[in-house]
């Protein structure tokens, strides 16, 4: 059974950093791509990051692109997303998602909430 | 940046109705569409990927169609765990973009 567990959740003054993890299990990690997606109170899901399997090519969204960095450690079958320089607008559920052999994001996690204010 | 249109935003709807969600992107995504549902603890699964393949375990009563810029969502007959939000996603190129969602509300 696939499994995708995010950390890291918590509240973060604006301008601040935070470093989120996924934990993988239930598939050969070191064989997919994986995404961060994520959804502000009361908003529609936004996606922000994907990460080759392999960590050759990574895609970001408009909004996070030079303030967050998607990696992944292989060995340790997990995902991360490290953010920086923090808004009131990066305030959201993050979730990890796992790309398909077939298509994009079939498997997500439950999501961790992150809350950027002073 | 491709652009995803989603319809209605809300869709009251009854047990055993038949709906049907709309989907259009701002140029062609040759069929490059997922449907997720989302349910109120947070929840996201993938209903149907590439358009209209069923994803394994969702009821045959989901199904989806389209092609080009147009695509849609169908529920056959609603069950009582169908109200939900829903939204497409296309991955034809990057960014990945989402709908901006339909809420399916009991009526």
């Known amino acids: 059974e696939v499994q995708l567990v995010e950390s890291g959740e918590g509240l973060v003054q604006p301008g601040s950093s935070m470093k989120l993890s996924c934990v993988a299990s239930g598939f050969t990690f070191s064989n997919y791509g994986m995404n961060w997606i994520r959804q502000a109170p009361k908003k529609g899901l936004e996606w922000i990051a994907l990460i080759y399997y392999d960590s050759s090519s990574k895609y970001y969204a408009d909004s996070v692109k030079g303030r967050f960095t998607i990696s992944r450690d292989n060995s340790k079958n997990t995902l991360y997303l490290e953010m920086n320089s923090l808004r009131s607008e990066d305030t959201a559920m993050y979730y990890c998602?796992?790309?398909?052999?077939?298509?994009?994001?079939?498997?997500w996690g439950q999501g961790v909430m992150v809350t950027v204010s002073s | 940046d491709i652009q995803l249109t989603q319809s209605p935003s809300t869709l009251p709807a009854s047990l055993g109705e038949r709906v049907t969600i709309s989907c259009r992107a701002s140029q062609s995504i040759s069929n490059s569409l997922n449907w997720y549902q989302q349910k109120p603890d947070g929840t996201v699964k993938r209903l149907i990927y590439?358009?209209?393949t069923l994803e394994s375990g969702v009821p045959s009563r989901f199904s989806g169609s389209g092609s080009g810029t147009d695509y849609s969502l169908s529920i056959s007959s609603l069950e009582s765990e169908d109200f939900a939000m829903y939204y497409c996603l296309q991955y034809a190129t990057y960014p990945y973009t989402f709908g901006a969602g339909t809420k399916l509300e009991l009526k």
């Open positions: 590439s358009t209209s």
């Open positions: 998602a796992k790309e398909g052999y077939y298509s994009a994001l079939d498997y």
